[in-house]
């Protein structure tokens, strides 16, 4: 069965400083999403990682996939309030079955 | 604003009813998949459909069933409700010039008392 753990479940962290979520699968996987989702809202989509050693940046966020070791981070540079939010890593099971598992979520409060 | 739209906002019900979500696509967007959040299971997928045809299926219970029409709309059904099925249920879309990435709507939320 695939799980997908994140860490850590919840971060607060002062404006300006740095910090990584990680997300660890269990079984092989192509293909890795990372979300974000504000309190009371949707989901909205941030990277999709497809291939080993992918990495995608966006303003102060950066993922990066490692499929060998099964691990996606996500890195936040600089961290400023409105990056307050949870955020959700899914990797998609292909093997066998097919269907999408969502990490717990880190739940991120940057302090001014 | 995602593109996808879903009916109801909110619903709120009663045990044992049966109740339809309903899901617009993005536009040129052929796939739907439908999600639950709640406290206690955290995201769930339920199921996903390709241009009308079931493509993959998660955590969906017997009870609720879900299906894609040819203007691609899709609707999740759930029936005999439990209060455990209390939860925001999502839809999204994919498929047109980004393939793989999804967009969510804004979700329907499901209170069942």
């Known amino acids: 069965e695939l799980k997908v753990e994140q860490n850590p479940l919840f971060l607060s962290m002062q404006e300006g400083k740095n910090y990584t979520i990680y997300c660890n699968y269990s079984t092989t996987s192509d293909r890795l999403y990372w979300y974000r989702q504000d309190p009371g809202k949707s989901l909205e989509s941030l990277f999709v990682l497809l291939s080993n050693g992918a990495v995608k940046q966006e303003g102060r966020l950066m993922a990066s996939l490692d499929t060998k070791a099964r691990l996606s981070t996500l890195h936040i540079t600089a961290a400023v309030h409105d990056l307050s939010a949870t955020y959700f890593c899914?990797?998609?099971?292909?093997?066998?079955?097919?269907?999408?598992?969502f990490g717990t979520g880190t739940r991120l409060k940057v302090l001014a | 604003d995602s593109g996808v739209t879903q009916t109801p906002k909110h619903l709120i019900t009663a045990t044992g009813q049966r109740v339809t979500l309903r899901c617009s696509p993005r536009?040129?967007?052929?796939?739907v998949y439908w999600y639950q959040q709640s406290l206690d299971q955290g995201l769930q997928f339920l199921i996903q459909?390709?241009?009308?045809?079931?493509?993959a299926k998660g955590n969906i219970l017997e009870r609720f069933s879900a299906q894609q029409f040819p203007d691609l709309h899709s609707e999740l059904n759930l029936s005999s409700l439990e209060l455990g099925d209390s939860a925001l249920y999502f839809c999204?879309?994919?498929?047109?010039?980004?393939?793989?990435?999804?967009?969510f709507g804004p979700g329907t939320r499901l209170t069942v008392l």
């Open positions: 899914a990797v998609v099971l292909t093997s066998g079955t097919y269907k999408y598992i």
């Open positions: 459909y390709y241009n009308g045809e079931e493509r």
């Open positions: 999204a879309s994919s498929g047109g010039r980004s393939y793989n990435e999804q967009f």
């Open positions: 536009s040129g967007d052929l796939s």
